[in-house]
């Protein structure tokens, strides 16, 4: 990228269990992982850091951090991690020692609130976990810690990256483990109008609701994605549609722009037109 350009790959809901087993005897985690980050690897222009908001492994369990570590090893560019409902906090400070984002906010079992610069952007990672819950919780300490930190870098441009949307997706049987305290997040996201954009995870699909001000948007899953069903009373399911990410294109003169990814080999990139200019039929 130029000087003038920075790019961040969003990859969430990796779900990474331990030997690399099958999530609920179907899914292919780590597999799933995998090509997502060959496809990142291929990209003709590869990010310049990839965050990962959440759930990252399925149990908490130390093995399936350790297989998540090297599975990311692969990744030269900067990686930073944030729990999900899934995670442990203490278990993930454990494997990732060398983080040392993970432990600006404290240690062990405590939130995993951070800032970080990369670029020309500050990257807010909020922790909304709690801990034996699905759902989140942003807490007034939480919030106080957000205000505080987004009002140090108030010409910044951010990325403020949580776990639960803070925000109904009209998917019930999600929505009923969504993000508690979100009415107070909100008024706390518009006093900082360079929040630039809500990063989040937790659906397992791309889903973009106008929040405090910005965009507040979930991103898709690398493997499996929650059914699309906007029936209240839809049953808990997932499907195996196509895979992906988001990539956040910062331009110095365009401001931030997002794409929706998608992740696999979808074989070449064909032209519209021949050698002479004449579009081909």
């Not at 020692?97 to 062990?108: I, M, R, V």
């Not at 709690?130 to 870098?153: C, K, M, N």
């Not at 898709?220 to 069903?229: E, I, K, N, S």
């Amino acid at each position: 990228m130029t000087t003038d350009t920075y790019l961040i790959a969003q990859i969430t809901d990796l779900h990474i269990k331990a030997g690399g087993r099958l999530s609920y005897g179907v899914v292919d985690t780590a597999g799933a992982l995998q090509r997502c980050l060959d496809t990142l690897l291929a990209a003709p222009q590869r990010p310049d850091a990839v965050v990962a908001t959440g759930d990252l492994v399925d149990f908490g369990s130390e093995e399936e951090y350790r297989f998540l570590r090297g599975l990311l090893a692969a990744l030269p560019m900067p990686v930073y991690l944030l729990p999900g409902n899934h995670d442990s906090r203490a278990m993930l400070r454990r494997v990732f020692p060398d983080h040392a984002y993970l432990f600006s906010g404290g240690a062990g079992d405590e939130p995993v609130h951070y800032a970080v610069h990369a670029g020309p952007l500050c990257l807010v990672g909020f922790d909304c976990t709690v801990p034996g819950r699905s759902g989140g919780r942003a807490d007034a300490a939480g919030l106080r810690w957000l205000d505080a930190t987004l009002a140090a870098a108030p010409a910044t441009p951010t990325l403020l990256m949580l776990h639960h949307p803070p925000f109904h997706t009209g998917i019930g049987h999600m929505d009923t483990q969504g993000l508690e305290g979100a009415a107070d997040l909100e008024p706390v996201v518009r006093r900082h109008p360079q929040v630039e954009r809500v990063l989040c995870g937790h659906l397992h699909r791309h889903i973009v609701r106008r929040f405090g001000g910005t965009l507040a948007m979930t991103a898709p899953g690398p493997a499996h994605q929650v059914a699309l069903d906007l029936d209240p009373q839809a049953p808990s399911r997932f499907r195996m549609e196509p895979p992906g990410y988001l990539l956040h294109w910062w331009h110095a003169r365009h401001g931030l722009v997002t794409h929706a990814a998608a992740s696999g080999d979808h074989g070449p990139a064909y032209p519209f037109y021949d050698a002479d200019g004449r579009l081909i039929d």
